[in-house]
């Protein structure tokens, strides 16, 4: 698995952390990883943290990373508007995370919902009904509606918890409008970003993550190895009902497992 790998994409959720919980050997497995000489990147759908309090939460848990490492789709999204519409006005929700992150980028952030050109959807664990009705406000009044990942559920300490796309319903329920881009994984934005970073072919690269949809469909479309772990969004039965194109190329019990291939 790891012989011909020059380069270790690593989800975060699930595979690194649950939660705020580290899983047990995480922390042993990267290190190894990266005196194995491999390039380490961690390709998150993380969307409502900035880069920064990522990378405070790996420092808290005793991992040190390169801030350019850590690729959000919080990163992505923001690198997308400046890029291309570098004067669109924006109307987040999400925690505090995907507004500095914007912010941070250049990311012109509107004053009131009716002016937004855009609304960003994200996860928000602490979102009260004068936020929702704020997006829905926004997007009624016009604005484009861009996600920064669609995924059902995440794991957390207590098992599963809604993800972005309860948030994503209720807008385009509401509304009658669809989100009209995704840029978290599977999609080729994240994937291009993490390329980017670890300056390896697709081909050279092991994707490692606990969701098939957004970790091993990214890795099967770009042609990275792909490995699930079995800490997560995904149970070991639901890989063997699975017609073989879609299935991944390792299951691992967890990321610690890693380590036995070096």
């Not at 207590?158 to 319903?169: L, M």
């Amino acid at each position: 698995m790891l012989a011909d790998t020059e380069a270790v994409l690593l989800d975060l959720d699930g595979t690194v952390f649950q939660g705020d919980r580290l899983i047990r050997g995480a922390k042993e497995t990267i290190a190894s990883l990266q005196e194995a000489g491999k390039r380490i990147a961690y390709l998150s759908n993380r969307g409502n943290v900035s880069r920064k309090e990522g990378l405070e939460k790996l420092e808290r848990h005793g991992i040190m990373a390169a801030p350019e490492s850590l690729i959000l789709s919080s990163t992505v999204t923001a690198s997308f508007l400046k890029q291309h519409y570098p004067k669109a006005a924006v109307w987040p929700l999400g925690n505090r995370g995907l507004a500095q992150e914007l912010l941070y980028t250049g990311v012109k952030i509107a004053q009131a919902p009716e002016e937004a050109d855009f609304v960003v959807v994200t996860l928000h664990d602490k979102i009260t009904y004068e936020e929702l009705n704020a997006a829905f406000k926004a997007s009624s009044a016009g604005a484009r509606m861009i996600a920064t990942n669609a995924d059902k559920t995440y794991p957390d300490e207590a098992g599963q918890a809604i993800d972005v796309a309860g948030f994503i319903g209720a807008i385009e329920a509401a509304t009658g409008r669809k989100t009209e881009l995704v840029i978290g994984k599977p999609s080729c934005f994240m994937a291009e970003a993490a390329l980017i970073y670890v300056e390896a072919p697709a081909e050279k690269c092991l994707i490692v993550g606990d969701s098939l949809e957004s970790d091993i469909g990214l890795g099967r479309m770009q042609g990275m190895k792909t490995a699930l772990v079995l800490t997560g969004n995904t149970r070991k039965e639901a890989v063997e009902l699975l017609p073989p194109k879609r299935q991944p190329d390792y299951v691992l019990n967890s990321i610690d497992d890693l380590r036995g291939y070096l």
